[in-house]
C-alpha cells in the first residue's frame, strides 16, 4: 500500500512555519542579548588593543560569556555607535544591555589615566619592577614587599614552597605581555593583572598535567625560565625542554645551564655577559653545574611558550645541546658527541 505524500502546498506552508518559529525563536533570544531581558550575573574587565576592531571586541564578550551573539554586537554597535574605540581596560557584566556595554568600554570625563606597558618575555622580577617605577607605578621598596608577602589569592600563589635562597616569591609568575595600566594603580593591582594573566595562560589543565607527569606548577614555572633564557628560538623549546627533564630523570641530576650561571652572577652584581670556568665552580643555589635538581626559583618570568614547552617537552633521548653563533641549537646522545659538536661550532 503506498504512503499518502503531502501536497506540496502543506509542504510549503510546514516550512514557512518551522521557518518562522526558528525565527522568533532567534529575535527572542537575540532581544534579551542586546537589551539584557533576563540579567545575567557576573563582571569581567576586558582589554581593549590599539588596533581592535568591533567584532575583535564582540569575540572577546562572547569568550568571557557576557553575550551569545557576536556578529548582532558589531552590527548594532557599528550603527548605533560607529566604529571608533579607544585602547584600555574596561569593566563590564553580563547584567547590562549592548548599549551599556558600549558605554562601559568608553573613556569617561574624568576617568583614570592608562598608560600601555610592555613587559617582554624572559624579563627578571626586578626588570619588570623597573618598568612600573619608570612609569611612575610604585617603588622598588613596596613592590618587592608586595610580591614578597601580600596573599593574593590563588592557589597557584598559596601552593609556591618555600626554598631557601628563592630570590623573589614571585619570580616566573609576573607574566610577559602588554598591558594597560591606571597611572595611579597600587603595586597589588599592577601585580595582581600579571598574575590573573598567568592564571589564565597556564591554566587548570597544564598544571594538572605537570602534576600527573610528576612536577609541580612551580617546578614547571622554574623549568620554563630556564629554557626561555637557554633557547634562541621557540621551536627549539619543547626539545630543549627534552634534554633538561632527560636530566633530572637520570641519575645525575645537573642541568648545567650557562643561563642560570649568568643568573646568579647578575644578582651578585657581577659581569655576567661572559663567565670563567672559576666561577662556574662557585657554590650558589642557582648554579646548576654545582648543584643538582633545579634552582631555588625561576631566573626570570617566561612567556606562554616556554611555560607549554616545560610541560609538554619533546620525546628524545637527548642529553646535551650547544647553539651556533645564529642561535641554531645542536643536540647529541652523549658526552663525546656534544665536544664534537662543540668544537665545531666554535671553529665557525
Not at 557584566?93 to 606597558?117: F, T, V, W
Not at 594538572?208 to 630556564?226: M, P, R
Not at 642561535?327 to 668544537?343: D, F, I, M, P, Q
Amino acid at each position: 500500500m503506498k504512503k499518502k505524500r503531502l501536497p506540496r502546498g502543506v509542504k510549503f506552508w510546514l516550512a514557512v512555519i518551522f521557518l518562522s518559529v526558528m525565527a522568533s525563536a532567534f529575535i527572542v533570544s537575540a532581544a534579551n542579548d542586546a537589551f539584557a531581558l533576563v540579567k545575567m550575573g557576573g563582571s569581567y574587565e576586558i582589554t581593549v588593543d590599539e588596533d581592535d576592531s568591533l567584532i575583535d571586541v564582540a569575540k572577546k564578550l562572547k569568550k568571557s560569556g557576557m553575550i551569545r551573539y557576536p556578529l548582532t554586537f558589531a552590527a548594532y554597535n557599528h550603527f548605533r555607535f560607529g566604529d571608533k574605540l579607544t585602547a584600555g581596560d574596561y569593566t563590564v557584566n553580563g547584567g547590562m544591555s549592548y548599549d551599556e556595554m558600549r558605554r562601559s568600554i568608553s573613556p569617561k570625563k574624568n576617568a583614570r589615566e592608562q598608560i600601555r606597558l610592555t613587559i617582554p618575555e624572559g624579563y627578571t622580577t626586578d626588570a619588570i619592577i623597573d618598568i612600573f617605577v619608570k612609569n611612575g607605578i610604585g617603588t622598588k621598596e613596596k613592590f618587592a614587599e608586595v610580591i614578597n608577602g601580600y596573599d593574593f589569592d590563588y592557589d597557584f600563589v598559596r601552593a609556591i614552597p618555600e626554598r631557601e635562597g628563592r630570590t623573589y616569591r614571585l619570580d616566573g609568575y609576573l607574566f610577559p605581555d602588554t598591558y594597560f595600566f591606571y597611572k595611579d594603580s597600587s603595586e597589588v593591582e599592577a601585580i595582581s593583572k600579571l598574575l590573573r594573566n598567568f592564571d589564565g595562560k597556564f591554566g587548570a589543565k597544564m598544571r594538572d598535567d605537570a602534576l600527573s607527569s610528576g612536577i609541580s606548577c612551580d617546578d614547571a614555572v622554574i623549568l620554563a625560565s630556564i629554557i626561555e633564557k637557554e633557547a634562541f628560538f621557540k621551536e627549539d623549546m619543547p626539545k630543549i625542554s627534552s634534554v633538561f627533564h632527560n636530566r633530572l630523570a637520570g641519575s645525575r641530576k645537573y642541568l648545567e645551564s650557562d643561563a642560570t650561571v649568568r643568573y646568579f652572577l647578575a644578582v651578585s652584581g657581577e659581569n655576567a655577559a661572559t663567565f670563567t670556568a672559576e666561577q662556574m665552580q662557585i657554590v650558589n643555589p642557582y648554579n646548576t653545574y654545582r648543584s643538582e635538581g633545579l634552582p631555588p626559583g625561576a631566573i626570570c618570568n617566561a612567556g606562554a611558550d616556554a611555560l607549554y614547552a616545560a610541560i609538554y617537552p619533546e620525546k628524545t633521548d637527548f642529553l646535551y645541546f650547544v647553539c651556533d653563533k645564529s642561535g641554531n641549537a645542536v643536540y647529541s646522545r652523549t658526552y663525546g658527541e656534544h665536544l664534537a659538536a662543540t668544537k665545531k661550532i666554535r671553529g665557525q
